[in-house]
């Protein structure tokens, strides 16, 4: 067991644990309705700094951010979990708590040191990279055991050397989805009569439905990914089972086709016409040289 603990602890000190970084995401995502610094109330007491957050639904309920314990009055607080309103401090005044998801490169740090001990790289070696020429580590203000805070210098003080200037500059992504919005509109007027009005509508409601249930910026890739994708509506991939070519070739039943589609099954539709029925007559059937029909099975 020490072992699989210690792969695991070194897979996320790599940084090959990505679930960690999604679920803050997702977080920061829920509390975007607080828009400003000055929605959150500061509250300074003797036992220390605790932040009074306001509800999403309702702005005048207001729930406690305690920082030192890392929890909060609302149901998912209570629980012990990272809820958005502790994101919501995490946002605007860079206090972390201690139930917050571990992505920053001193969690990292601590996890290697957990698991290789005295062989663990320097703290370095788990810094995130960035474009500054200098990284200046210093002690964070919080509750775990190892933190650190990365400052950057300033953009005037960064030298870039850039080998060509581009041409032209590239589009920006709002800039590029209007003239895509344009140019959709134009072939909906274009072919309006050789499409039905109604299931045009019944796709767009979908594509409204898949909108409203997109919260991260993954989610909106993945989106935009399959929104360019050629996929057919009705046919996919895996409607036919293929079959052996020697078992297609045995059929040998009226009405069956020699493809490799699966047949269908169950009671047949209105309408279709099956086999005709011998009467079951022993001497009608001796008199016409043909076998009884049976009480049960096929072809009686």
């Known amino acids: 067991m020490e072992q699989f603990y210690r792969k695991r602890l070194e897979r996320?000190?790599?940084?090959?644990?990505?679930?960690?970084?999604?679920?803050?995401?997702?977080?920061?995502?829920?509390?975007?309705?607080?828009?400003?610094?000055?929605?959150i109330q500061?509250?300074?007491?003797?036992?220390?700094?605790t932040y009074l957050v306001p509800s999403q639904h309702d702005c005048h309920f207001l729930y406690e951010v305690d920082v030192a314990a890392g929890a909060c009055?609302?149901?998912?607080?209570?629980?012990?979990?990272?809820?958005?309103?502790?994101?919501?401090?995490?946002k605007w005044f860079d206090e972390v708590l201690p139930n917050m998801p571990p992505t920053t490169d001193a969690d990292r740090y601590a996890a290697a040191h957990l698991a290789l001990g005295e062989l663990t790289p320097?703290?370095?070696?788990?810094?995130?990279?960035?474009?500054?020429?200098?990284?200046?580590?210093?002690?964070?203000?919080?509750?775990?055991?190892?933190?650190?805070?990365v400052?950057?210098?300033?953009?005037?003080?960064?030298?870039?050397?850039?080998?060509?200037?581009?041409?032209e500059s590239l589009p920006t992504v709002a800039e590029k989805w209007n003239t895509l919005s344009l140019e959709i509109e134009s072939l909906l007027k274009n072919h309006a009569s050789s499409f039905s009005h109604q299931e045009m509508l019944i796709e767009m409601k979908k594509m409204e439905e898949r909108l409203k249930n997109i919260k991260t910026g993954?989610?909106?890739?993945?989106?935009?990914?399959?929104?360019?994708?050629?996929?057919?509506?009705?046919?996919?991939?895996?409607?036919?089972?293929?079959t052996q070519p020697t078992a297609a070739s045995r059929r040998k039943r009226p009405g069956i086709t020699h493809g490799s589609k699966r047949q269908s099954a169950?009671?047949?539709?209105?309408?279709?016409?099956?086999?005709?029925?011998?009467?079951r007559s022993l001497s009608k059937n001796i008199h016409a040289g043909v076998p009884n029909a049976k009480a049960h099975g096929q072809g009686h």
């Open 42 to 49: 500061v509250v300074t007491s003797s036992a220390g700094i």
């Open 218 to 242: 993954s989610q909106l890739m993945t989106f935009m990914t399959s929104f360019g994708r050629l996929v057919p509506r009705r046919y996919r991939s895996g409607a036919a089972i293929r």
């Open 122 to 149: 320097p703290e370095s070696f788990y810094m995130s990279r960035t474009s500054c020429d200098s990284i200046h580590v210093t002690p964070a203000t919080d509750n775990r055991s190892a933190a650190a805070s």
């Open 266 to 279: 169950g009671r047949p539709p209105k309408g279709h016409l099956g086999g005709v029925k011998r009467p």
């Open 12 to 39: 996320f000190a790599n940084g090959r644990v990505t679930m960690y970084h999604m679920l803050l995401e997702k977080l920061l995502a829920s509390c975007s309705y607080i828009t400003d610094k000055n929605d």
């Open 151 to 167: 400052s950057c210098d300033t953009l005037e003080n960064i030298a870039i050397s850039v080998n060509e200037a581009p041409k």
């Open 73 to 90: 009055t609302c149901p998912e607080g209570m629980s012990g979990k990272c809820c958005k309103h502790q994101v919501a401090v995490f």
